[in-house]
């Protein structure tokens, strides 16, 4: 059975190290924010809070806490907040180990079509994780052998979390790292438009 938005959340935050800094896109990526346990991991938002905590349970939700995605969040003893052009700088000048984002779609080279405007999301980032749906709701692949839509970044995306498995960016197109439970690799290559390399 392909994954749910939380086990690719949850997929996701399996990718992170101890003593990492890492920005989380908004969609399904601020999700991985209640999958990072006990890992010292410090989540950065754009819109200036570094520390971010999981998703407040029902009735201790704080208004003033939210993330890039406008959702409430909670701030941990560690948090501390900043303007977003500081933010930003942080982003573009290397100090983030990982982004983990969501888009529309990725092309088998590791271009990026999302939300963001062209040529501004990922200067200076480290590792480029997005989660996705692997298809669209008519059923075509979002994991193409050339973006469609317009590029935010060129040959910047390392990994892909899908709903059917987990596929890295190599030299010809994408590779297979792991399928979700019941999803075969055939399953995936045929949901794919990218080329699939051994």
Not at 60 to 72: M, S, W
Not at 74 to 91: K, N, P, Q, V, W
Not at 138 to 155: A, R
Request: hydrophobic residues 40%.
């Amino acid at each position: 059975m392909p994954w749910d938005r939380n086990q690719m959340a949850a997929r996701a935050a399996e990718e992170l190290e101890d003593g990492w800094y890492v920005n989380l896109g908004i969609g399904i990526p601020t999700l991985v924010a209640n999958y990072v346990g006990d890992k010292d991991i410090t989540l950065q938002s754009e819109n200036g809070m570094l520390g971010m905590g999981p998703f407040p349970y029902e009735g201790e939700e704080d208004p003033d806490l939210i993330n890039a995605g406008k959702q409430t969040i909670t701030e941990l003893s560690r948090t501390a907040y900043f303007d977003s052009a500081t933010s930003f700088g942080m982003i573009r000048g290397g100090k983030i180990a990982a982004a983990i984002l969501g888009a529309m779609e990725v092309a088998e080279n590791g271009d990026l079509a999302n939300w963001m405007i062209p040529g501004k999301l990922v200067k200076g980032v480290g590792r480029v994780i997005v989660v996705m749906d692997h298809t669209n709701k008519h059923g075509d692949s979002k994991l193409l052998k050339e973006c469609t839509l317009p590029l935010t970044g060129t040959g910047v995306v390392d990994r892909i979390i899908t709903n059917l498995g987990v596929l890295d960016v190599v030299e010809g197109g994408l590779k297979i790292v792991e399928t979700a439970e019941g999803v075969t690799e055939d399953e995936i290559r045929a949901a794919t438009e990218a080329t699939i390399v051994n």
